[in-house]
């Protein structure tokens, strides 16, 4: 059946069915053959195509191909705003070149409504290509655009939104002195052992199935540090990282099942000089996040390398002064 129209009323090309939830995990692992480049696989192909996923659906129409059959769910491509309020303007900013993403980026800035608590403060709002303009009114939630790809971030993380808050006096259009943000929501942490089995794949990445998410939808959930607390950041391939819902009086030294990490001022980790290992190989790092639904799972990051879905993977971390 249709969602929102009658079958009936809606043509025959576009057709909006709902996927069941017991078939999701069907599709997330390849069926065939994995190819990176669109353009590439147009050229193999003279039937119809049928694209799993936001990313390969929006890469298809990128290449000038539009699906036989789309199956999406708009989470990678969805750019809702976070506060109600009014578009202050938009602009078209310049992003470092990469041959992922296009030398340019774009800049929202909402001023958020009276009656936020928000309110005096500008919100700024960066890898959204908008379909707002000033003096618009949103609604949180509502749509701003479509997510795009820049040149601010590595080509491993995932489309998202960058918000930022500025006050009165602070320049809006400056990269850096965004206010400090306490999530003012609990994250549960989760015991990870190091290992797991991959579940999916990219260029530059591969998820594992471990830690499992008890409760999917209920709450946010991160990988849990030795000591008490949530991880959070690129481990080592970021400046730094951060622990959340830690005590003030642990230990500074966070540690993963006994190999040392860094040292923690309040919140914010100072990594040591670590190598990250996954079956005793080096990668470039691991990716420490939050998360509220059931793909969470510990993200190796690892353009060097290459693991099959299926694959057993053990991740240390050592010292990278280590014999």
Avoid at 64 to 75: E, N, S, W
Avoid at 149 to 160: E, I, L, S, T
Avoid at 235 to 247: I, K, S
Wanted: net charge negative; with cysteine.
């Amino acid at each position: 059946m249709t969602r929102d129209e009658p079958a009936d009323e809606t043509p025959a090309d576009e057709q909006l069915l709902v996927l069941p939830d017991d078939l999701r995990n069907e599709l997330k692992e390849p069926l065939g053959p994995v190819e990176t480049d669109a353009e590439r696989l147009l050229e193999a192909v003279n039937g119809p195509i049928i694209a799993v996923g936001d990313v390969v659906t929006y890469h298809l129409l990128q290449a000038g191909r539009q699906p036989d059959v789309a199956l999406v769910d708009g989470r990678t491509i969805a750019a809702p705003s976070p506060v109600a309020g009014t578009v202050r303007e938009t602009r078209t900013v310049r992003a470092p070149p990469k041959p992922y993403a296009p030398e340019h980026d774009h800049l929202i800035l909402l001023e958020p409504a009276d009656s936020s608590p928000l309110a005096g403060l500008t919100v700024r709002i960066l890898h959204v290509e908008p379909s707002v303009a000033a003096d618009d009114v949103v609604e949180r939630g509502e749509s701003l655009g479509r997510l795009v790809r820049a040149g601010f971030f590595a080509p491993w993380v995932d489309n998202h939104l960058h918000v930022g808050f500025r006050g009165p006096e602070q320049n809006p259009y400056r990269a850096s002195g965004s206010l400090p943000i306490d999530l003012g929501v609990s994250v549960r942490s989760l015991a990870w052992d190091g290992t797991g089995r991959v579940v999916s794949s990219g260029d530059t990445y591969a998820v594992l199935d471990a830690p499992v998410h008890p409760d999917p939808g209920t709450g946010f959930v991160g990988v849990r540090a030795d000591g008490g607390g949530v991880l959070d950041g690129g481990l080592p391939h970021y400046d730094g990282g951060g622990v959340l819902e830690r005590g003030d009086d642990t230990d500074p030294v966070v540690s993963l099942n006994g190999d040392r990490l860094g040292v923690a001022d309040g919140r914010t980790i100072t990594w040591d000089d670590v190598t990250v290992m996954a079956n005793d190989e080096p990668i470039t790092g691991l990716s420490l996040f939050c998360a509220q639904d059931g793909d969470f799972g510990a993200k190796l990051i690892c353009p060097e390398r290459s693991f099959a879905v299926g694959e057993r993977v053990r991740v240390r971390v050592r010292s990278s002064d280590r014999d």
